[in-house]
């Protein structure tokens, strides 16, 4: 069970991951939609950066972070524990 939720934390942390870096993708990508027009027609204002999301504005990136290391936790101290290798 220790390496079962060993392996499911750092799973979950780095689906955490992802997503968090495809929503900044996003608004790179969007910001980049919003500015090419503005630039070609020399009109208006553009906004000086991209809106990046912060870690926690979504809440799945932050569920995915806590319960990654909070499986990971008990994964370490369940195999270390009951004195079960990794490997």
Same mark, same amino acid.
């Given at each position: 069970?220790?390496?079962?939720?060993?392996?499911?934390?750092?799973?979950?942390?780095?689906?955490?991951?992802?997503?968090?870096?495809?929503?900044?993708?996003?608004?790179?990508?969007?910001?980049?939609? $919003?500015? =090419? !027009?503005? $630039?070609? *027609?020399? +009109?208006? +204002?553009? !906004? +000086?950066? !991209?809106?990046? !999301?912060?870690?926690?504005?979504?809440?799945?990136?932050?569920?995915?972070?806590?319960?990654?290391?909070?499986?990971?936790?008990?994964?370490? =101290?369940?195999?270390?524990?009951? *004195?079960?290798?990794?490997?």
């Amino acid at each position: 069970m220790g390496k079962v939720s060993f392996i499911s934390g750092i799973v979950c942390i780095a689906l955490g991951g992802i997503l968090y870096t495809t929503e900044r993708f996003i608004a790179v990508f969007q910001y980049g939609i $919003e500015v =090419v !027009p503005v $630039e070609l *027609n020399g +009109s208006g +204002s553009l !906004p +000086s950066e !991209p809106n990046m !999301p912060a870690i926690f504005d979504n809440f799945f990136v932050g569920l995915l972070l806590f319960l990654g290391l909070a499986l990971l936790a008990y994964g370490i =101290v369940h195999t270390y524990k009951n *004195n079960v290798p990794l490997k």
